[in-house]
């Protein structure tokens, strides 16, 4: 597999993908849905692994579907997924889902456990839905109190706010950049480092519902304890979306399952806390 940016058609769709690195193989599925995959590139991973970055459908160069901004469910993605490991010639591979990438790769690892040698979910959970929105709001305002003499504060959670109502690219692009402070530990502290992808980040609108306009759910509690995958849990400790009691959770109901929380991040710990996090995620992926 050569380095760099692949597009291929799958199923129908057009498939974009990015390859970095060199070693043992591992496929990363971005966050969102519909946030653009560089955001996610680990060259602390991509020093030991080779590194393989889904574009998932509906975003960005990849295709869209023909209901789209909906159809996009977690059995589409697995679907998507599933044909893009075979067109790879991957027999088996290490799965990494960076929020609601993975509630995609645990899915895809309940439904294609012979396809996956591990399982990295990172900033994920089990569940979605009223308990998720509640610890999510309590999450912030945690955010909120330790920030509270920043004048910057009341436009990041008017952003926050305005997630609820995105309709399209722009208002999607808009949110993003808005609020994207309240995923750091300690964004104006170290604001140097993370504006610049402030400044680029970008996303496509992706509804959530499916293709008649439900809602695609996601509730694993009862199906995780059947994982029978090695996994690792990944949880930064100021994540205000995808928190620590979440990935307690997760690691609970995975047999076996390891849990590291990064003591100085918020969502995005591979950037925050680069050498912790690539330390933790290629020690599970080599054995070492």
């Known amino acids: 597999m050569d380095n760099g940016t692949h597009t291929v058609e799958l199923d129908g769709v057009r498939q974009r993908y990015h390859l970095h690195g060199r070693g043992p193989v591992c496929v990363a599925l971005p966050g969102g849905p519909g946030v653009d995959w560089a955001y996610l590139r680990m060259p ?13 459908i509906g975003t960005g160069g990849s295709g869209r579907l023909a209901s789209h901004p909906h159809g996009y469910t977690r059995a589409r993605y697995a679907r998507a997924l599933l044909a893009l490991l075979d067109h790879l010639g991957l027999g088996t591979t290490h799965l990494i889902g960076h929020s609601h990438g993975g509630f995609v790769a645990q899915y895809f690892a309940l439904h294609h456990p012979d396809r996956v040698a591990g399982l990295v979910l990172y900033e994920s959970a089990p569940v979605t839905g009223p308990d998720h929105g509640a610890e999510a709001r309590r999450n912030v305002a945690e955010f909120a109190h330790r920030n509270s003499g920043r004048p910057e504060l009341p436009e990041v959670l008017a952003a926050l706010q ?3 109502s995105i309709s399209d690219d722009d208002a999607m692009n808009t949110a993003l950049r808005g609020l994207l402070p309240a995923y750091f530990a300690d964004y104006w502290g170290r604001e140097a480092e993370f504006a610049p992808l402030r400044a680029t980040v970008r996303g496509t609108h ?3 519902l499916d293709e008649r306009l439900v809602p695609d759910t996601i509730d694993d509690r009862t199906t995780l304890g ?3 995958v090695p996994a690792l849990v990944v949880v930064g400790r100021f994540d205000v979306i995808c928190g620590v009691r979440w990935a307690q959770e997760l690691a609970g109901l995975i047999p076996g399952a390891r ?16 050498d912790v996090f690539g330390k933790a995620v290629v020690g599970f992926v080599t054995g070492g």
């Open 206 to 208: 992706i509804s959530g």
């Open 44 to 56: 602390a991973l991509e020093a030991h692994l080779t590194m393989v970055y889904v574009e998932p």
């Open 162 to 164: 305005a997630t609820a």
């Open 226 to 228: 059947a994982l029978a």
């Open 259 to 274: 849990l590291v929380v990064l003591e100085r991040s918020g969502h995005f710990g591979h950037l925050e806390e680069s």
